[in-house]
Nanobody, 124 residues
Framework: QVQLVESGGGLVQAGGSLRLSCAASGRTFSRYVMGWFRQAPGKEREFVAAPNWTGGRTYYADSVKGRFTISRDNAKNTVYLQMNNLKPEDTAVYYC?????????????????WGQGTQVTVSS
């Protein structure tokens, strides 16, 4: 089992940057594919970034492409989401999630474990 804890959210002005962290428990962290999702008030949870399960390519939502970067440090059991040039429409609760192999990197239903979320608010 994997437990995930996000941190790094906060209030930032448009054009600013934040780096979210997701710390995972468990010795098998390296076996999991990690992704980031977000949910804005009144909207459904949406995909932000994740690699496919083979690790050969990383995918980003069109709305964040070129601004956000996902990375991981297996030695620290941590996955990161670097967010640059933030926009008010990026305001949401951000969640990290973990899954094993298989298709569906952009589908929340394919992820087994979720963190509690961290709030990101971007002011205009």
């Amino acid at each position: 089992q994997v437990q995930l804890v996000e941190s790094g959210g906060g209030l930032v002005q448009a054009g600013g940057s934040l780096r979210l962290s997701c710390a995972a428990s468990g010795r098998t962290f390296s076996r999991y594919v990690m992704g980031w999702f977000r949910q804005a008030p009144g909207k459904e949870r949406e995909f932000v970034a994740a690699p496919n399960w083979t690790g050969g390519r990383t995918y980003y939502a069109d709305s964040v492409k070129g601004r956000f970067t996902i990375s991981r440090d297996n030695a620290k059991n941590t996955v990161y989401l670097q967010m640059n040039n933030l926009k008010p429409e990026d305001t949401a609760v951000y969640y990290c999630a973990a899954r094993m192999e298989g298709p569906g990197f952009a589908l929340s239903s394919s992820y087994e474990y979720w963190g509690q979320g961290t709030q990101v608010t971007v002011s205009s």
